[in-house]
Structures are given as C-alpha cells and as structure tokens.
C-alpha cells in the first residue's frame, strides 16, 4: 500500500469514502485518490499534501483537474451503467479557488447527455461544500472496449448515512 495512504489517519477521510482501486501507473502520482458509492452516484476525493502542491503552495491545478477527469469519466459509466474504459475527448475547468494543504476535495458530477458514441457531463470540486472548480468533460464509449471485471473493482460497497 502506498506509503502516503498508511500515514493518513482514518479519521482525515471522510464516512463511506475508500481507497481508490489503483494506486500504481498515474495513479500513484496523483493518489492517494478515494471513492464513494452513494445512491447510484460515484464521488471521487482527495486530502491535499504537499506533493500536491505548486510554488504558491496551493494544489496544483493539474491534480484538480485530474480529479474531475476521473470523477467525469467514472461516475458517467456507473450513472449510465458503462463498463469500458472511456477515453477523455474533452474536459474545461474553471478554476474558482484555491485548495490547500490539508483540504478534503470532494468531486460529484452528474451526466447531461448519454449518446451511442458519447457521455456529456459536468461537475464539481469542492471543500468544505464551496465550489473551488467546475468542469465539463465528454467521454467516447468505444465499440468494443468491455472490461466488466476491471471495471467492478473501481465502485466500493454502496454508503448508506446513518440517521
């Protein structure tokens, strides 16, 4: 497990949020990424450290969008039940605030159009529940790309709140 992960305290991460599958290839530069399953809906999130970060010493804005890259794309397949990979065809952002070291961003998106060949979405980054960035993203489903096994690793146990 990466070492990044074993430092954080389970208290630093908020309720139904898990380790996201994959912590090697890009991942690993960016991670450790979470993920939460709740109510159809995937949101991806991510405790700001230090490697995240520029020389203003804020989040570089290349690990926010990378977040709403993963969050457009993943939660687009679950919300639409896709299991391919679906490659990024586009993705703006606008960045709105910073985020610092020690911040939880937490990402949700919804899906605005699913055509044959294409998934519309749009999204948001936020801490504390303020919008630090807002993004559109499409995504291409491919033809033949099918990896349901590969694909039922990224989605954890359904969260369920406590009342």
Known sequence: MDQALEEMSKDSIPAGFHPYYRDD???KSVGPMFVRYMAGKMSFGLRVAEKHCNAAMICHGGVLATLMDMQVGVSSCVEEDVTAFVPTVNLTCDFLAPAKIGDWVEARSNVVQKTRRMIFAQGVL???GLPILRGNGIVKIPSNSE???????MIPPEYVPED
């Open 25 to 27: 290839l890009f991942y």
């Open 147 to 153: 990896f349901p096994d590969e694909f039922a690793k």
């Open 126 to 128: 936020e801490v504390d």
